[in-house]
């Protein structure tokens, strides 16, 4: 379960995956990148699975009590340097993770702007397409060629409206 900066429980609505995929995938990525799969980077990886989206590294500690803030800091750094871990700052004091969307599947973000929570949302595929299209035009307008997008929304959560 994911959770708000200060450490409060949020469910999501999205789901990862299986975690053998998932950890098969971390393990060969990391690998690539030179890297081994040890305990404390299966361990973060694990409470991001079961985040079941994005979590600041006080909510990952509180989800793994095992795990040293030192620790967690240089595994989040390597697991996202092997490109399995995203990085979000959404205009927040914290930074939040979450697991690649190669590993994930496409997906954007709700943000609280009262309780700073973050929710992964996935749009239905024609208004995927339909932002898709935009964004394309747009961009060759000016010779940009994206490659990538994601759509960060600011409001309130139900629990702070």
Do not use: K, W
Not at 95 to 123: K, R
Not at 126 to 131: L, P, S
Not at 135 to 143: D, K, Q, R
Request: glycine share 8%; hydrophobic share 40%; with cysteine.
């Amino acid at each position: 379960m994911s959770r708000t900066p200060r450490g409060e429980p949020v469910t999501h609505h999205r789901l990862v995956g299986d975690p053998d995929i998932i950890h098969a995938t971390v393990a060969r990525h990391l690998a690539e990148a030179g890297q081994t799969y040890t305990a404390n980077r299966r361990a973060v990886v694990a409470a991001l699975i079961d985040a079941r989206g994005p979590m600041t590294l006080p909510a990952l500690l509180v989800s793994d009590s095992s795990l040293a803030q030192s620790s967690a800091y240089r595994c989040l750094a390597v697991l996202e340097e092997a490109g399995v871990v995203t990085r979000l700052t959404p205009g927040s004091d914290h930074a939040f993770f979450e697991l690649a969307e190669e590993i994930t599947g496409h997906h954007h973000h709700l943000v609280c702007e009262a309780c700073g929570v973050v929710i992964d949302i996935v749009f239905p595929p024609e208004i995927e397409d339909q932002i898709d299209r935009g964004l394309t035009e747009v961009s060759a307008g000016i010779g940009f060629a994206p490659r990538r997008h994601t759509i960060d929304i600011f409001g309130r959560c139900s629990r702070c409206t």
